[in-house]
């Protein structure tokens, strides 16, 4: 069973992240623009990505993440509705049997105060191949 948990640095110390097992750092949130930044779509949408295939998530807004594989490719999951805490938060975690994060599978919000604990469910959409505009 994989579990991973994706938080931002700036709301925990180093010692919960000890604590906390696989972790992984973001950027903050785009505020600037609902979506995120520009980003070119490069192939059809799918259902599911391999958990190898990223080794980044940006929350972007309440109902968009991109999970990247690199600097500037990855995969824009647009949720099917606003997840509440998501970008005040911009940390959640998942769970998953398998190899794959999947559009049927949920996320969780990780609240960070007064401690690591879950909160909204959300579940994800499909995950639409992009490439980031150069800014």
Do not use: H
């Not at 606003?82 to 911009?90: D, E, I, K, R, Y």
């Amino acid at each position: 069973m994989a579990v991973r948990l994706s938080v931002a640095l700036s709301s925990l110390t180093l010692a919960s992240l000890a604590l906390a097992g696989c972790m992984q750092a973001e950027a903050a949130p785009d505020r600037g623009r609902p979506g995120g930044p520009a980003a070119r779509v490069t192939g059809a949408p799918v259902d599911c990505v391999r958990l190898n295939a990223f080794n980044d998530t940006r929350v972007r807004d309440d109902r968009t993440i991109d999970f990247m594989r690199n600097s500037r490719q990855g995969w824009r999951n647009t949720l099917p509705n606003s997840c509440p805490g998501l970008t005040v938060q911009n940390a959640f975690t998942y769970k998953t049997s398998t190899s794959e994060l999947c559009s049927v599978d949920v996320i969780y919000v990780l609240e960070t105060a007064g401690g690591l604990q879950r909160g909204p469910a959300c579940g994800l959409g499909q995950f639409v191949p992009i490439e980031l505009d150069r800014r």
